[in-house]
């Protein structure tokens, strides 16, 4: 067995949390609205405020962590997909591991009030959204589009935590962002969508085929280049980042995408092996999509700040 088979089931307490929680993507989160605040001071021409900017961050992590977590107690078609998680071996106590999701919402609301009414606000209205999106709607066929838009959320709720007072400074970011993010998300909703029908879901790959699911992507995905490129520009009124390095990042991700997009779309058009076509989904869209986003939008994104 491979050593990151082993891993996955493990019985180590620690790893069986590890495997609940997914810290990597609150991790991530976190970066996302650490970047995003940096690039908002930097626009606006403020410093931000270190003790938000931490509590933020915690925020973020804490709650993406707990919404993942909860996540599993509902997606009847992960057992199947991603049988060695904790909560679906039984390897986590369902009542222990529900206390500690509900906990850290609660914790996620103190820390929110402590930075301010509008992250307050925005946390509260975040949570409802996830928690709904993981009972109900993610099986609907809107479902990717509101999970969209709580990924594309780390804009916003960055913006106001470095001012509140121009929460929608980055407001073509934010568009393109969730445009791509719409993208990405139909890519997934596909390679689900085998698992996603056997077990009475609606998906949007499931109602109206794969196939056009991933054009549906690729539509939002050609939208997300205006948007993008309004900051460099200045259109539509847009506040300018024009040193070179955001429009690099911005076109490099939207590229990227579009080679993984066409990768996937080939071989869901010219195979029949549904496990093969389930991992060309797994490691050259969701990871990669992913990967993209960490490593080539956000630190170039630094770059425009720093440099």
Sequence with gaps: MKISEKIKWSNNPFLVWLTFFRPING????????????????????????????????VTFLFTCAIIGH???????????HPWRGLHRGAINRSTARAVVIEMFVICIIMSYLIGIYIFILMVALMFIGIWYNRYA???????????????????????LATPREPLILLPFFLGLLCS???????????????????GSKTLPVMIGRKK???VGLIFLILAVIPFLSHHFGWFGAVLINNGMYLIGGVGYLVLLSMAWVNCNLHLNSENNE????KVFEYNWR????????LILQPLMLAEIFF
């Excluded at 605040?37 to 410093?47: N, Y």
């Excluded at 099986?139 to 709580?150: E, K, R």
């Excluded at 496990?275 to 389930?278: K, N, T």
């Design 138 to 160: 993610k099986y609907q066929p809107y479902g990717l589009f509101v999970v969209s838009i709580c990924t594309a959320a780390v804009v916003p709720f960055g913006s106001v």
């Design 275 to 278: 496990d093969h076509i389930f």
């Design 181 to 199: 993010e719409i993208c990405r998300e139909a890519g997934n909703y596909c390679q689900d969508s085998i698992g996603d029908g056997k077990g």
């Design 71 to 81: 996540h599993d107690f509902y997606d009847k078609a992960d057992i199947k997909t």
């Design 287 to 294: 990871y990669a999509g992913r990967f993209y986003l960490i």
């Design 27 to 58: 991790i991530c989160a976190a970066y996302g609205v650490f970047v995003v605040v940096l690039l908002t001071g930097h626009v606006a021409g403020i410093e931000p405020d270190l003790y938000r900017v931490v509590l933020g961050s915690i």
């Design 213 to 215: 699911t991933m054009y």
